[in-house]
């Protein structure tokens, strides 16, 4: 059974950081592709970013230098550090898994298409400026 569940979303002012959580099913975290995404008001969700097995993560250009995905895989968690946080972050956080992995020549690219996601109940980021 996929389970996911979100925490650590809040309230912070323009340049401050926030760490969000998502804690998994032993199963799925063992068996998916998992990665961020983000939905703000009126714009389509979009991804953030995902981490193969290894560790090797991939980014979206908007997040590059200033947000880390990382695992946990004694506690089946995948987190998300977000540091310089811009009002342009403000959205809502989904944790996600995908039943596949992308890769080019043994590269990592990504999940899956987000079609295929099993998702989160989301976590509110919010940053004033």
């Known amino acids: 059974q996929v389970q996911l569940v979100e925490s650590g979303g809040g309230s912070v002012q323009a340049g401050g950081s926030l760490r969000l959580s998502c804690a998994a099913s032993a199963y799925t975290y063992s068996n998916f592709c998992m990665g961020w995404f983000r939905q703000a008001p009126g714009k389509e969700r979009e991804g953030v970013a995902t981490?193969?097995?290894?560790?090797?993560?991939k980014y979206a250009d908007s997040v590059k230098g200033r947000f880390i995905i990382s695992k946990d895989n004694a506690k089946n968690s995948l987190y998300l550090q977000m540091n310089s946080l811009k009002p342009d972050d403000t959205a809502m956080y989904y944790c996600a898994a995908n039943p596949d992995r992308v890769y080019s020549g043994g590269q990592f690219l990504g999940c899956g298409p987000s079609q295929h996601n099993y998702w989160g109940r989301g976590t509110q980021v919010t940053v004033s400026s």
């Open positions: 981490s193969d097995s290894d560790g090797t993560a």
